[in-house]
């Protein structure tokens, strides 16, 4: 029973496309995430959720727009993609008063061409 | 000055080796500490947290915090090769709503 699921695993797609990466989770968490891992491992939160209410939003270019219809599901989608943006795209949940103990899901591997 | 920092590696020991991994930090307001490991091509999973200074134990894996000298290590006894990942260290200001910084990671090898 996956615990935090992304779809898609992998994502190959040409500059300048519109794309999304759904994630949902089923621990029943209040908080859900989005973090973005480049090429040399380094993990950086890029939006976070708290019951469907931005909470953090760090300086992501507004290219990218989280939605969260509701607080088990949070989708990212990403305009006009750049070559930048190839990354592995990590969504995570957490209890609301436990932000240390945050559930990561498989990752979506964005390549951009 | 970076909020975190963690040397990379690579690292590589061993079996039955004992490992310690470290970062340095920067903001002494920082509360949580915390371990994720990182198999190849899969999402973090939680190791091991501390609040505050001190030790805490989980099998194999010894957690240690020094807020003095901001300094954080992870300990691992008798390494397994199936401790083989990427160690991230990740820090916190509070339990509640702030993010987690994470270190850049090291890279552990065990060789059996």
């Known amino acids: 029973d996956t615990a ?5 695993k992998y994502l190959v797609t040409q500059m300048g ?11 029943g968490h209040d908080t859900m995430y989005w973090y973005k891992q480049d090429s ?3 993990l950086k939160i890029m939006f976070s959720y708290n019951n469907k209410e931005l909470i953090i939003n760090e300086t992501v270019p507004n290219r990218f727009s989280p939605k ?4 088990a599901h949070l ?8 070559l930048g943006d190839s990354a592995v795209y990590f969504c995570a949940s957490s ?3 436990a932000t240390y103990e945050q559930y990561f899901g498989p990752g979506t591997r964005l390549t951009v061409t | 000055q970076k909020e975190v920092e963690q040397d990379p590696g690579p690292l590589s020991v061993p ?8 970062c340095t930090y920067s903001n002494s307001a920082f509360q949580y500490f915390m371990w994720y490991r990182q198999y190849s091509r899969k999402g973090p999973e939680l190791l091991m947290y501390t609040y505050s200074s001190g030790n805490k134990e989980d099998g194999r894996f010894t957690a240690q915090v020094d807020k003095s000298s901001k300094y954080i290590s992870l300990f ?5 090769p199936s401790d083989s990942a990427t160690y991230l260290c990740a820090i916190s200001l509070s339990g509640g709503s702030e993010k987690l910084v994470f270190g850049k990671g090291t890279k552990l090898t065990v060789n059996p």
């Not at chain 1, 969260?68 to 607080?71: E, I, L, T």
């Not at chain 2, 079996?15 to 470290?22: C, Q, R, T, Y």
């Open chain 1, 95 to 97: 209890p609301l008063d």
């Open chain 1, 4 to 8: 935090v699921s992304q779809t898609p």
């Open chain 1, 40 to 42: 040399k491992k380094f």
């Open chain 1, 75 to 82: 989708n990212l989608h990403i305009n006009s993609l750049e």
């Open chain 1, 17 to 27: 496309n519109d794309k999304s990466i759904k994630c949902e989770q089923n621990l």
């Open chain 2, 76 to 80: 691992i006894r008798d390494s397994q």
């Open chain 2, 15 to 22: 079996e039955g080796a004992i490992v310690s991994l470290n």
């Open chain 1, 68 to 71: 969260s219809p509701d607080k």
